[in-house]
C-alpha cells in the first residue's frame, strides 16, 4: 500500500506527467497546446493524428489526474450545483450551432480576427444583444470562444471546430438539440410500471420523448420518420465520432500479420470506409463490404469514384443482406469484422448477429469487434495492474480511475445514449467476454488500442 495520501499522490501524478508530456511533445517535434489562438492545433487537432504510445497514455493520465484535482480542491456542493444546471450548456451549444456564431465572428472579423461584439452578432443573428451575451460567455468560460473584453468575442481553437466545415458542429447540432428534448421522458421509460421491463429497441426511452415507442422499430426508424432533418447531421456528426479513432484501430492491431489474401467481412460496413482504410494500408487484404441495398450501392459509388482498381481487379466486393437475416460471405481465411455494431443492440439482438455469423465461420476463421470499450469507474489498484482480460497501451496509476476520468467522460455518456436511444449498451471486457461465450464462440483477446474504440478477437471453440 502506498503512504501518499490521496492529494499526494495526484500532486506527484501531475507534476510527473506534466514533465513527461512537455518533453514527448518536444521529441515529437510537436508544438505546445493552447487555448485562446484563433487556430487550430497543427498536429494535435487533425482527424488522422495518432499520437505515439508514450504519449497517448501520458495524455489520458495527465487529463484525468487534473480533473480529478479540480474535483477534489472544488467544494463537491458547487461542483453538484454546477452539474445540475448542465443541460443549459447543450443549451448554449445548440443556439451557437444553430446561427451560425462561429462563422458570424469569422466573417465580420475579418482576416486580422478582430473581436466582434454582441451588438454585431445580434444584428447578423436575429438575436437580441443581451442574449447573444447569455450564449457565449457561459461558452467561453468553459474555453470555447474567447471574450477579449466585455461583450467582445473572438474564435479560439475549440469554437473554430464549430465552423461549418467542421464534422464536430453537426455532432454538436444533433447532440445539443436531441438530448435536452429526451430527457424529461426517461425516468418516466424507466420507472413506468407498463415499460420499465421491456428492453426492445421500440420501447427505448428515446421513442417515448416523440411518443413514438412501439410505432418506430428504434431510434434510426424515428429519425425518417420525426426528425428527418436531423438525419444528414446524424450521419456527419458519426464521422466527428471518429476522429483518431480508426487511424489507432488499423495501428495497434497485426492486421499485416494475416495470412495473404485474408478476406476481411466487413459487416455493417456502411459507405465501406473502413474497408478502404485497410485496403490502402494493408495489401495482404481483400475485403467484402456487407449492408442493405441501398447502403451497398453507395459503398460501391464510393469505391468506383475513390479506389477503382480494388473494385475492377476484384479485391473488394460488396454484398446485400440484412445482418439480422444472414451473413452472406463464407470460406477460407475470412475474418468477420464489425464496427461500432454491437454497441447499437441489446444482447438478444447481438446474440441474433453472432448467431448468424458463427454460422459462416470456419476453422481459420476469426471475429474481430471494433467498439467502445468501456471500463467501470473504480480506483486503479495502486500497483497499477491492468484488467487481466484487456492488453493496454499503458498501465493506469493510482490514484486514477479505470473508466479514465474525464478522459473517458464521453465514453459514458455515450453508453447512457445508446441505451437511451436504442435499449442499448457499451460493454465492459467482462461483458464482452460473456457476450461472445453466450454466442457460441471462444475469446480470444481484448485490445485497448490508441482510441476510443477496443478490438476484441474471438474464435470458434
Not at 177 to 201: C, G, L, Q, T, Y
Request: charged fraction near 20%; proline fraction near 6%; charge should be negative.
Amino acid at each position: 500500500m502506498t503512504e501518499l495520501s490521496e492529494f499526494q499522490a495526484l500532486k506527484a501524478l501531475i507534476h510527473t506527467n506534466l514533465d513527461k508530456y512537455e518533453a514527448l511533445l518536444k521529441a515529437d517535434n510537436i508544438p505546445e497546446p493552447f487555448l485562446n489562438e484563433a487556430r487550430t492545433h497543427p498536429v494535435l487537432d487533425q482527424s488522422n493524428h495518432v499520437p505515439g504510445k508514450e504519449l497517448w497514455v501520458t495524455t489520458q493520465n495527465l487529463a484525468g489526474a487534473l480533473d480529478m484535482m479540480a474535483s477534489m480542491i472544488q467544494l463537491p456542493s458547487t461542483t453538484l450545483m454546477s452539474e445540475g444546471m448542465a443541460t443549459y450548456k447543450a443549451f448554449s451549444l445548440q443556439m451557437a450551432t444553430s446561427l451560425n456564431m462561429a462563422n458570424v465572428i469569422k466573417d465580420l472579423g475579418g482576416s486580422a480576427g478582430k473581436p466582434v461584439s454582441v451588438n454585431d452578432i445580434g444584428a447578423r443573428t436575429g438575436l437580441p444583444p443581451s442574449r447573444v451575451l447569455k450564449v457565449l460567455r457561459p461558452l467561453a468560460n468553459n474555453h470555447i470562444f474567447q471574450e477579449t473584453s466585455e461583450g467582445y468575442f473572438v474564435n479560439n481553437r475549440a469554437s473554430l471546430h464549430l465552423l461549418d466545415e467542421c464534422d464536430v458542429k453537426s455532432y454538436v447540432q444533433y447532440s445539443s438539440f436531441i438530448h435536452p428534448r429526451i430527457v424529461p421522458s426517461i425516468s418516466n421509460a424507466w420507472m413506468n410500471p407498463e415499460s420499465k421491463d421491456d428492453f426492445s429497441p421500440d420501447n427505448a426511452a428515446f421513442l417515448h420523448g416523440f411518443d413514438m415507442q412501439h410505432k418506430a422499430s428504434d431510434a434510426f426508424d424515428l429519425f425518417q420518420k420525426s426528425v428527418p432533418d436531423l438525419v444528414p447531421r446524424f450521419a456527419v456528426g458519426m464521422q466527428a465520432c471518429n476522429r483518431g479513432a480508426v487511424e489507432g484501430i488499423l495501428q495497434d492491431y497485426p492486421w499485416s500479420q494475416l495470412p495473404e489474401g485474408t478476406v476481411c467481412v466487413d459487416i455493417g460496413g456502411g459507405i465501406g470506409a473502413f474497408t478502404a482504410a485497410l485496403l490502402k494500408q494493408y495489401p495482404n487484404l481483400n475485403g467484402v463490404v456487407q449492408d442493405r441495398p441501398e447502403v451497398v450501392a453507395e459503398a460501391k459509388a464510393s469505391f468506383e469514384r475513390n479506389m477503382p482498381d480494388a473494385v475492377a481487379s476484384g479485391r473488394v466486393q460488396f454484398e446485400a443482406a440484412d445482418f439480422f437475416k444472414e451473413i452472406k460471405s463464407s470460406g477460407p481465411k475470412r475474418v468477420y469484422v464489425m464496427r461500432m455494431i454491437i454497441h447499437d443492440w441489446p444482447d438478444k439482438e447481438c446474440l441474433q448477429i453472432l448467431g448468424n455469423i458463427k454460422a459462416k465461420m470456419q476453422a481459420d476463421s476469426k471475429l474481430i469487434i471494433v467498439d467502445t470499450l468501456l471500463q467501470p469507474a473504480i480506483v486503479a489498484d495502486e500497483q497499477g495492474k491492468d484488467d487481466d482480460l484487456v492488453e493496454q497501451v499503458g498501465k493506469i496509476p493510482y490514484p486514477l480511475y479505470r473508466s479514465g476520468g474525464v478522459a473517458g467522460t464521453w465514453i459514458q455518456r455515450v453508453d447512457q445514449e445508446v441505451n437511451i436511444a436504442l435499449n442499448a449498451t457499451e460493454r465492459t471486457p467482462s461483458e464482452f467476454k460473456t457476450l461472445v461465450e453466450k454466442a457460441g464462440l471462444k475469446l480470444e483477446r481484448i485490445i485497448q488500442p490508441r482510441s476510443r474504440h477496443g478490438i476484441i478477437t474471438a474464435v470458434l471453440p
